[in-house]
């Protein structure tokens, strides 16, 4: 009997010891993950994840991935070990499928072995012109010769540029955007092409009913051609058309409801009638896409309301029956359908950078393993697949350069500089704004952009006055940021912008948790709210609104408990105001950059007193607080200027930076009065159009 417990327990510590093993190099490959990513240690890493090979035992999906990213660690260092360790992968590890697809992909070869002779290569930059210039509307036509894109610098209207003749077409001439009356603002946004080219589906904003409408134009000819309005309706904010049926007969589209609810469906080109397929939450689908045969449409969505997780899915055009096609951690959205239908294109991260992916699909069914394409893509959105096989891409508009918070020591009498500015985060750098001192000096908050293809979201950065940072993600997340300030308590923090529902205003964020939530909506006739603070007992907010067609802008007061708002005063120009450390003031910066303003707003009598009367002086950053309260701060271009509130006169303080680059655009004066922490903007790259041949034996053509 003892024998028998004897040979039963070696057994089971025989199975549990692999059971451990396994747990462990998962574990340590996290780990690994964290410090090739978040912390930027190529070499560390490579490290962490070698010991993850050796202990991973027979996990060997694991291992394989282990693998797979130290040789993306050596890659990127520029080290000719890592062919040696994708090899290594596609010998040794031939039944971990999504692995050696990767390593193929990064040795250069097709998933099926053969070599790989794709090319990937820009065509063509938007229109720029220093400010707002062009932007993407939609995909590429069927025939790869043409691409719609709206020209802001031409107030919102239509184009359509030929890449062969690189020509340009404007397609509208009514547009108005920007116009200080709301109500005749109109303007062009997302477009379709048909599948023969001849015809354009686009969505046409109008001011005068604050919504959207589609319209289609038929190309053949010459000049501006005539539009024909398609569907306009009252229960729909924003319509966009995304893609044609086969046959010519439908257009599908992407749907906001005013109560910024989404939906997926069908527009008949014959009579406008509507055909809703499926509701979506708050973000919707970033792709809408008709099979070859026209009997599936592809679309990804958000796994839940609190997560950037996306998948795809596919639903028959009649929307008698829905498929899970990609269901997995991370971001996966719908790039197009190969020519012969049998593939299913995505973008997804879950290699560790945006790759392109191909799944087989065929009689309404999921047909196989998605399979590497290829590798690093970039955050690029999908402008669609030509006839020739040709896939386009097109990137974001984006600030590249220098741009990023900065902290600094500086003596704010001479202006002499204590130590030079230092970047006040070493990750993500580039993607970093809105720095803000915790109220007791000890923290530093700022907003750091995450993209992936084309969604978006900002997660904030904490920094300690030992230089350790973590990272808050809101829940519900943001995807707009637009200021963000510490609540006086320093527990939470409060911003302005948009989060994922699609809800614009100012929320508060708790610094532990990340749980969000709305303090102020903005109105339907408001511009976005401008944060001005919180008062010192917390109970009050500050801030800034602007409704559409008046002159004037109004500085608001809300009680927080009951939510009533109380106007304080208005303005005609308001380019940012900010609540004084004790409370008792808003500094109110008006003007413009070459004339600006200041005045102090007494928060309880509603007082105003002028400190800086227009002047030459160009000024393109934001007013802050000297930390007691007794004077406000401008910091621009040309220096930093004092202006006491006891109305005693400005004094310029001469900032003497080693780097004369950094040009400083928002900044924070912490608690001590010895530190700023600031913002440089970032130079401006427009959008690109990229194209990518030859990457699917089935869609294979010439160069």
Known sequence: ???????????????VQPMAQSSSARALLEAARKIEIVDGDLKTAIQKYESVVKIAGSDRAVAAQALVRMGECYQKLGDAEARKIFEQVVREYGDQKDAVAIARARLGARADGSEARMSFRQIWQLPDNGTRGGEI??????????????????????????FSSGTDRQLTTTATDGLPNAKLEQFAL????????????????????NRFELRVIDLRGDGVPQSRLLLDRPEIDWIGPVDWSPDGKWIAVRIQ??????QIGLVSLSDGSLRVLKSLDWRGTTALQFSTDGNFLAYDVPAADNTEQRDIFVIAADANREVPAVVSPGQDMVIGWSQDGKRLLFASDRSGSMSLWSLPFANGHVDGQPEMVRSDIGNVVSLGLADSGKLYLGTHASGLGSGDVYVASIDVATGRVLSPPALAAQTYVGTNRFPEWSPDGRYMAYASVRRSGASRHFVIGVRSDTGQAREISPSPGLDIVRGLQWATDGRSLIASGRDVKGRYGIFTVDAATGRSSLLVAKGERQNPLGLAGVSVDSKRLYYVVHNFGDSFVTVMERELARGADKPLRQFNVVRGARVSPDGRYLGVLGGTPDKPSVSILSTTGGELRDLLPATASKFDGRLNWAPDSSAVYLLGREGLWRLPVDGSGPRKVDLKWDRDYLEISLFSVHPDGQRIAFETPPAMKTSEIWVLENFLPATKTSN
């Open 137 to 162: 509307s939609g995909a590429v036509s069927r025939d790869g010769r043409f691409l719609p894109y709206v020209d802001w610098a031409q107030y919102g209207n239509l184009f359509v540029h030929e």
């Open 1 to 15: 009997m003892k024998l028998r417990f004897l040979v039963v327990a070696m057994m089971m510590a025989g199975a």
């Open 257 to 262: 409801r005013p109560d910024k609810s989404g």
């Open 190 to 209: 997302d477009t379709s092409f048909s599948r023969d080219g001849h015809l354009l589906a686009y969505s046409w904003f109008r001011g005068d009913t």
